[in-house]
């Protein structure tokens, strides 16, 4: 008995000291067993318990590293937001300060100062689209049209919209699109909106080369691929760059123009139509690769 007595003595102080004892080897044939008995299940219990809240407490310590990570991304989105409102807004209030002092004197000059100002508004324009897109992912509220469309009618036009940017960049845009139409579900609009965006960062972040548009159709779905042959992205940043208010910083040339919203709202957009959006990159100047998949009609599905 004293053996036993001393034992559970023991145990007790250890978890006084903040430790969980081993069990306790007891006789449970008496009064004093059984006790040694019971205070080995609390002691189970006690390790279960510790174990939970040191779970917990790592979930929670991992929730507050993204809410301060996430905190720090929303200041540095607001800072660069307000940055690209204001560098259209001051040229528009330049050319407009230009056209008062010498827009009477030459009517080039004058045409040339209203077309930078009709480019900066709609690049304005452009920028609170995207804005108004992001505050609608955030709250869960996009508007869809669903209907029936031919994917390679949207291609064919948004590479048709984006031909001046590719020329002004001096690349060239290679289409890979089979003969026939694709026929889905979905709402036009918004997957212009993800082809344009899509072409759009491959013309950014290339500075020679080309960007391939290609389409391959396989057994209940569309693979569509845009690539380029530019600046590249490094594998860990593959699903960051996904996240909003997320931008990939270039050690030489800083952080790209923009608000970090757009490659967020093209996979809410895919996502919503039942597919997938994702990067291929071998890495740093090796170019990238951006794929998305959507669900075939019915009616284009293999009998």
Same mark, same amino acid.
């Given at each position: ?32 067993? $059984? ?13 279960? !318990?510790?174990?939970?809240? !040191? ?54 000059? !004058? ?32 508007? #869809?049209?669903?209907?029936? /469309?031919?994917?390679?009618? /949207? ?17 060239? /845009?290679?289409?890979?699109?089979? /003969? ?9 609009? !918004? ?52 996240? $909003? ?6 050690? %030489? ?22 597919? %997938?959006? #994702? ?6 100047? %090796? ?17």
């Amino acid at each position: 008995m004293a053996s036993t007595i001393q034992k559970l003595i023991q145990a007790i102080q250890e978890i006084i000291n903040g430790q969980i004892p081993q069990s306790t080897e007891i006789d449970p044939d008496d009064e004093l067993g $059984r006790l040694a008995e019971k205070f080995n299940e609390m002691v189970q219990v006690l390790a279960q !318990r510790e174990e939970q809240a !040191r779970q917990q407490s790592e979930k929670f310590r991992q929730l507050n590293r993204e809410l301060i990570q996430s905190n720090q991304m929303q200041t540095e989105f607001l800072s660069d937001v307000s940055h690209e409102l204001r560098t259209p807004l001051t040229a528009i209030k330049s050319f407009c300060d230009l056209l008062l002092m010498f827009g009477d004197d030459d009517p080039e000059v !004058r045409e040339e100062f209203l077309q930078n100002i009709v480019e900066s508004c709609d690049r304005l324009v452009g920028l609170i689209n995207e804005l108004l897109d992001g505050s609608k992912i955030m709250a869960g509220k996009i508007e #869809w049209d669903t209907t029936d /469309i031919d994917l390679i009618e /949207i291609i064919v036009n948004s590479i048709g919209v984006m031909k001046a940017m590719v020329k002004e960049k001096d690349l060239q /845009i290679v289409t890979q699109l089979p /003969i026939e139409s694709i026929m889905l579900k979905g709402d036009r609009d !918004r997957l212009i909106q993800v082809l344009q965006n899509l072409i759009n960062n491959a013309v950014k972040f290339t500075s020679e080369g080309q960007i391939t548009v290609g389409v391959e159709k396989l057994h209940h779905q569309v693979r569509v691929n845009v690539s380029d042959t530019g600046t590249g992205i490094t594998s860990e940043n593959h699903n960051l760059i996904f996240e $909003r208010f997320a931008q990939v910083t270039d050690p %030489k040339s800083g952080k790209p123009p923009g608000t970090g919203l757009g490659l967020a709202i093209c996979r809410q957009i895919i996502e919503y139509h039942g597919g %997938k959006i #994702w990067v291929e990159s071998e890495g740093k100047d %090796k170019g990238s690769t951006f794929v998305f998949t959507l669900p075939l009609s019915e009616s284009e599905e293999p009998q």
